[in-house]
């Protein structure tokens, strides 16, 4: 298995990465957002209705 950040072979000690400096480059992608997952943007409220629902009733 290769180290998912560099390529170069994983060291069972830090398994998936290969040194503790791509695990830290990994954990730091995770923490400033890097691996956000996209998502479309919806104007649903806590409630389940959408914006223009309120907007109508106004």
């Not at 180290?3 to 730091?28: E, H």
């Not at 956000?36 to 919806?42: E, G, K, L, R, S």
């Amino acid at each position: 298995m290769s180290c998912p950040i560099c390529a170069r072979d994983a060291d069972p000690k830090y398994t998936p990465f290969c040194s503790r400096r791509c695990a830290d480059v990994d954990l730091a992608k995770w923490l400033n957002g890097s691996y956000a997952i996209p998502a479309a943007v919806t104007d649903v409220d806590e409630d389940g209705e959408t914006g223009q629902d309120e907007v109508a009733r106004q």
